[in-house]
């Protein structure tokens, strides 16, 4: 592959991309999702915002590919070759058949291209392995940042300093600040309250399709007829149905259809009766319920726990 004749490249911090696509790129990853590109940029951390347009961030992919030292012939040729293995996620490329050849048709280019978005998000996945290091500050905050809440989106806020309960409120987000990674938010009962809040103190809301909707599972949950988050434990097991509608799916068209908890029965940490002294079952929807703020937050890269487990 080509590489550049003279080199543009300034610090990391001060490197721009031009608009001009390069010539020696015959895929354009402009026709990529923002997402797939984001994966790209994230993973080689190539300097450029996530809030820079498609073209741009496609125009920073292709330069980055230009510049690596890989031979294009068998790059195309082990990417058919994945193909017509089934597209497994085997983290070690097929080998390269004797006879593969880089495709020349028009058609060929464009049915490359096509298929290239999900190469790449393959290819990110399968080599995102831990190797003994955790993941890099920037990483980091690009994960953070592909899974942050949206504008309008109702989510779960702390809103003061200590972990007691009723210090997770429901809340609507007003804007996410990508560089900052902090949300403007309003409460769900005074919307004269503007709050401002790091990363760590907003957790989206479930949408019933999560896999650790279990008996016995330690969650926090909207209190009936209140808009505060308390701790609780999953007391009977849910049960799951075949699906619904787009329209009815708390988690909008991507998760309609798919198996999911409609209602959880829960027991609430410091709800005994009084005259009992039993806890009641109180019923939420699946919605209401999420993980414990150090589950939701939580990364395997953090935990490599190199001893043995105990012995039951």
Do not use: C
Request: proline share 7%; charged share 25%; hydrophobic share 30%.
């Amino acid at each position: 592959m080509a590489k550049p004749t003279s080199s543009t490249t300034k610090g990391k911090s001060s490197r721009k991309y031009a608009q001009r696509y390069p010539r020696g790129v015959s895929v354009d990853f402009r026709t990529l999702s923002t997402s797939t590109q984001l994966a790209y940029i994230g993973h080689y951390g190539i300097p450029i915002s996530a809030e820079a347009p498609p073209s741009e961030l496609g125009v920073a992919v292709a330069q980055h590919f230009e510049t690596a030292d890989v031979n294009e012939e068998q790059a195309i040729g082990g990417f058919l070759a994945r193909l017509e293995a089934g597209g497994n996620d085997d983290p070690h490329p097929p080998p390269q058949p004797n006879n593969a050849a880089a495709p020349s048709s028009t058609g060929g280019m464009k049915a490359l291209s096509a298929a290239a978005d999900q190469h790449l998000a393959d290819y990110v996945r399968s080599t995102s392995h831990f190797g003994g290091q955790a993941l890099s500050p920037t990483r980091r905050k690009w994960k953070r940042r592909k899974f942050a809440a949206n504008q309008g989106d109702q989510v779960a806020a702390k809103v003061t300093r200590t972990d007691e309960n009723g210090s997770w409120i429901l809340a609507y987000v007003l804007r996410f600040y990508p560089e900052s990674e902090t949300y403007d938010v309003q409460d769900e009962d005074d919307t004269s309250k503007l709050i401002r809040l790091p990363w760590n103190h907003v957790m989206r809301l479930s949408t019933g399709t999560e896999g650790w909707f279990e008996k016995g599972a330690r969650v926090m949950a909207i209190f009936p007829e209140t808009t505060s988050f308390y701790r609780a434990i999953i007391s009977k097991q849910p049960t799951w149905t075949s699906g619904t509608s787009a329209e009815e799916s708390a988690g909008g068209v991507g998760n309609a259809h798919k198996p999911r908890v409609k209602e959880v029965i829960l027991k609430f940490e410091d709800d005994e009766d009084q005259e009992s002294g039993k806890t009641p079952h109180r019923r939420v929807p699946s919605r209401y319920v999420i993980p414990l703020p150090r589950q939701y937050f939580y990364e395997d890269e953090d935990d490599v726990d190199l001893t043995a487990p105990n012995a039951v």
